[in-house]
């Protein structure tokens, strides 16, 4: 897994909130929890109360951090992610697992919270320094509270999803016929 990858964590961690019409909360419960990292192997057995704790207080710094990005607050930003480096370092291991070559895990030991937190704040960290802090955002759909990282050739990404992009684009349609029926009486 790369770090690219871990940077993805982040922003599937503070989007597990519920974003725009989605379903809700997934750390309302342990069952939540289990499927937010189903698919990650190095997370996904032995999740504790103490780690949905720990990943939730996670989620509102992660979701600051993304807050500080979308202000174009660039110090308030490597602050908050400096402060999350500090309080949970990687560790690098090479490991040579399933037969494949020799590879760097980055967060083989503590619990399932510190392996994500360890690798959510090494991947961003990662990510802003190759993309650059504008390409760090909050969803533009109202009432939604999700984020994103714009990977996108023409830096152009307003939404967390395609669900949020569409719902914003149909209410803009809405608003737009309301205007233009109004016009004609
Ligand atoms: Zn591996
Ligand atoms: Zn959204």
Request: proline fraction near 2%; aromatic fraction near 4%.
């Amino acid at each position: 897994m790369d770090l690219n990858s871990y940077a993805e964590l982040a922003v599937r961690l503070v989007n597990s909130a519920g974003t725009g019409g989605r379903d809700g909360d997934l750390l309302a419960n342990l069952d939540g929890l289990r499927a937010l990292v189903a698919d990650r192997q190095h997370l996904n057995h032995g999740v504790t109360r103490n780690d949905l704790q720990a990943l939730r207080a996670l989620r509102a710094e992660l979701g600051a951090f993304f807050a500080s990005c979308a202000a174009g607050d660039g110090e308030d930003a490597a602050d908050r992610l400096n402060a999350l480096l500090i309080q949970h370092p990687v560790h690098p291991q090479l490991s040579g697992h399933d037969g494949q070559p020799w590879h760097v895990h980055y967060t083989d030991s503590g619990s399932v919270a510190d392996k994500y937190a360890a690798g959510a704040a090494m991947g961003l960290a990662v990510r802003l320094t190759d993309l650059g802090i504008e390409r760090f955002g909050s969803c533009q759909a109202p009432g939604c509270t999700g984020v994103y990282i714009d990977t996108g050739a023409g830096k152009t990404r307003r939404y967390c999803s395609e669900l949020c992009m569409n719902r914003a684009n149909l209410s803009a349609l809405c608003a737009a016929r309301r205007g233009s029926a109004a016009s004609l009486t």
